[in-house]
Each structure stands twice: as structure tokens, then as C-alpha cells.
């Protein structure tokens, strides 16, 4: 018993399904990727303004015996925007 017999397909409706794939028309994806481009420079402009806001309130806050509410949630913030960018950036 083959593979696709097990799934409940059999073989030639797979093999079709191969065939039908490629006569689909084929998508341009340079205009994805500048999307994904922009959307990328966006996010990094955005994580440079948290990055920046968040040193500003470190160095204005005592932070040995305060650490705010507003600091841990930009740093939270800092550290999503961070993996979207990664995600985005792998593809």
C-alpha cells in the first residue's frame, strides 16, 4: 500500500494534483518582497523610537531601587517588534 493510498488518496489524484500546480499562473513576488521591505524598515524605525524613549527613561530613572511599569512594558514591546522583524526578515 502506497503512501497515498493510506492518506485515502490514490496515487494518480496526487500525481494530478502535481500537474494542476503547475499550470496555475505564476505569481511575480517582487512586489511581496518590497512590501515585506517596507513593512520591515517601518518596524526597525519603530523599534529604533522604543529603543531610544526606553534609554531616555533609564537614565532619568534610579533604576537600583525602581524599575517602572512603563520600562518593563516598552522592553516587552522592544522585544516583539524584534521577533517580527527576524520572522520577516527569514522569509
Do not use: C, W
Not at 494518480?12 to 513593512?39: C, F, M, T, V
Amino acid at each position: 500500500m502506497t503512501s497515498a493510498q493510506v492518506r485515502g488518496q490514490h496515487p494518480r489524484n496526487s500525481q494530478q494534483q502535481k500537474e494542476d500546480d503547475s499550470n496555475a499562473p505564476k505569481i511575480d513576488p517582487k512586489p511581496l518582497l518590497e512590501a515585506n521591505q517596507k513593512k520591515i524598515k517601518k518596524s526597525v524605525e519603530r523599534l529604533y523610537d522604543l529603543a531610544s524613549e526606553l534609554k531616555a527613561e533609564v537614565e532619568k530613572t534610579d533604576s537600583v531601587h525602581v524599575l517602572s511599569i512603563a520600562m518593563l512594558r516598552k522592553t516587552d514591546e522592544i522585544e516583539k517588534l524584534a521577533r517580527e522583524i527576524r520572522s520577516r526578515a527569514k522569509g
